[in-house]
């Protein structure tokens, strides 16, 4: 079976408040790392037609602070898909809860690697992803270079330690 990226792209917001915030009236870097993988676990699902584990984090960039009040929404597909684990991409952008006419503003990218499991929490395999736009072909060869970087992070320390 095979899919593309537009099949389980995936977008969630919500309104930054008091809670999220650190003492700076900041949201913490760990609320939007919360939002991200929630919404790369929709996508996994949505790609996977099943459950899907949270596998490693690859990279997250914060750009820019998020403040209390500003509407966040994160953007996601998959940008790689292998035997039985995907990369999902996250987007993230806020804006002022009170102006529409401001642009929203890129604060955020991540990518996180997840898993798909069966009843019983062993992996299984997913669907092959078919990229069709140029972006998605380049996001594509992107995540493999990630993939190999940390096969050959994980060889390095596992010969160290040997």
């Keep these: 079976m095979t899919r593309t990226a537009s099949f389980s792209r995936v977008s969630l917001g919500i309104l930054a408040g008091p809670a999220e915030a650190n003492l700076l009236g900041n949201v913490h870097g760990g609320e939007i790392m919360k939002l991200a993988d929630s919404t790369a676990g929709a996508v996994a699902y949505r790609h996977s037609d ?29 940008n790689w898909a292998g035997r039985s684990s995907m990369e999902i991409g996250v987007r993230v952008e806020a804006q002022p809860w009170g102006s529409a006419a401001d642009e929203p503003l890129h604060v955020a990218s991540a990518y996180f690697v997840f898993v798909a499991i069966d009843d019983t929490g062993a992996s299984r395999s997913v669907p092959t992803l078919v990229p069709e736009s140029p972006d998605e072909i380049r996001r594509h060869r992107e995540a493999e270079i990630r993939r190999a970087h940390r096969l050959a992070r994980k060889t390095e320390i596992d010969l160290g330690r040997e």
């Design 50 to 78: 099943g459950p899907a584990v949270t596998a490693a984090m690859d990279e997250m960039t914060f750009l820019e602070p998020v403040h209390v009040g500003d509407i966040i929404k994160t953007y996601a597909q998959v």
